[in-house]
DNA sequence: TAGATTGTTAATCGATTAACAATC
DNA sequence: TAGATTGTTAATCGATTAACAATC
């Protein structure tokens, strides 16, 4: 499926309202006005309905939006059709725990497709085990598994040292999407999407915050 | 310290330029410019110079930014220059995991100014142990124990089900910042600012980008 | 038919970039 | 002094909101 330059803006907003959906079908629900899909995902009704129309007519005037069908249509448009495999980089405690809630997120929501396939690392300690039923790899053998397995995605835990060298091993072996947990800047071609998930500038800004209102 | 309505859009890279100048006065350079900063940290040198302008006048023309200077005035507008206290609701693996990754960064970064004090749960095996010599607490006592100990910021790592009342009892308790790891939208008061860490929405948007460009 | 709500265009708002005088 | 780079204003760009004709 193909569309013109979509911005980012509205891609972000797409899964929210995937989400709010999911939960309405799951309560039975069978119609949803932009008005409120907009109030439940915090978005402005007028730009519900302009996110959607870049992709389609999905609605009804006078009626609104059939739920099953936009969750449908949705999930065709973010590509969450078919099952996507997941390598993780690191796998110490946070690439473990990560490990697990993905696969929670797998089985509590329906819309999310994503699995981890693979860990890797180092540690000859870590190398063979299992954690959460995903086998643990020695970094040697990720172009290879990344191959075989037909994985799309990386998440990265490694240390802020190990970041860039692994990130290079990732978009080397075909890897074109990283989220990216490790509090460094990382340097990847520009076909690379790198999803930032950077806890501790999330904190500081929060610090900000703190001050006298 | 107060300034005008600062967009969170410029809140936002501060601690961006933040790293930047703490890794560069690790290698002891003591000049930059606001081009060498914007490379640095992914942000064009015109809006680099903006987004500092808003707090007051740091750099010298012909010369640049002396950086010592500049992270001691980034700290303070931050709010990083004394120390912060958080308390972790949900000390699950996630939960664990990431007062293991706040206290390495406290370790790792000098701006870094955030500690975890104390972890919330509701499972009595939990209770009472030490998770990187963090006590872990009933709920029951995070009202308490946030005044006592003068908790400033929370992170929520409880499952969906439990995220709204724990973040009622989190605000109630006075807390006005909140990092949000549970996949679910919050409902708080215009005056609590919530940073979302949802990662399942991150990886759903990365699924978009991974078809045919 | 009457009421409701979409899809879309035009207006507004805000954020980024370009340009340059001031000045170190 | 000559060259460099800031702080700031004006221009541009992009995203959100308002408004409304189309139509279910």
Redesign the pocket.
């Known amino acids: 499926m193909r569309w013109k330059k979509i ?4 891609v972000r907003r797409l899964p929210l309202y995937l989400r709010v959906l999911d939960d309405l079908a799951r309560d039975g629900e069978k119609l ?4 409120s ?1 907009g109030e439940k995902s915090g ?5 519900v ?2 996110d ?2 870049w992709f ?10 059939d739920i099953e069908y936009l969750r449908i249509e949705l999930r065709k448009i973010l590509n969450l059709e078919s099952e996507i495999k997941v390598a993780l980089v690191g796998a110490g405690s946070l690439g473990v725990a990560l490990t697990g809630y993905v696969k929670q997120r797998f089985y509590e929501d329906e819309s999310f497709n994503l699995h981890i396939v693979a860990l890797f690392d180092t540690d000859p300690d870590k190398i063979g085990k299992q954690y959460y039923e995903v086998p643990t790899y020695s970094i040697d053998r990720l172009p290879e598994i990344v191959k075989e397995e037909n994985i799309e995605v990386g998440i990265l835990t490694v240390p802020v040292k190990a970041a860039q060298d692994a990130t290079e091993l990732l978009v080397s072996s075909g890897i074109k999407s990283v989220l990216n947990f490790v509090p460094t800047k990382l340097d990847v071609p520009e076909d690379v999407h790198v999803a930032t998930a950077d806890l501790s500038l999330e904190l500081q800004r929060l610090a900000y915050y703190l001050q006298d209102e």
Do not use: H, N
């Open positions: 911005s980012d803006a509205v949803i006005s932009s008005q899909l978005v402005g009704p007028a730009l309905r302009k959607l129309a389609g007519e999905f609605g009804k005037q006078g009626v609104g939006y």
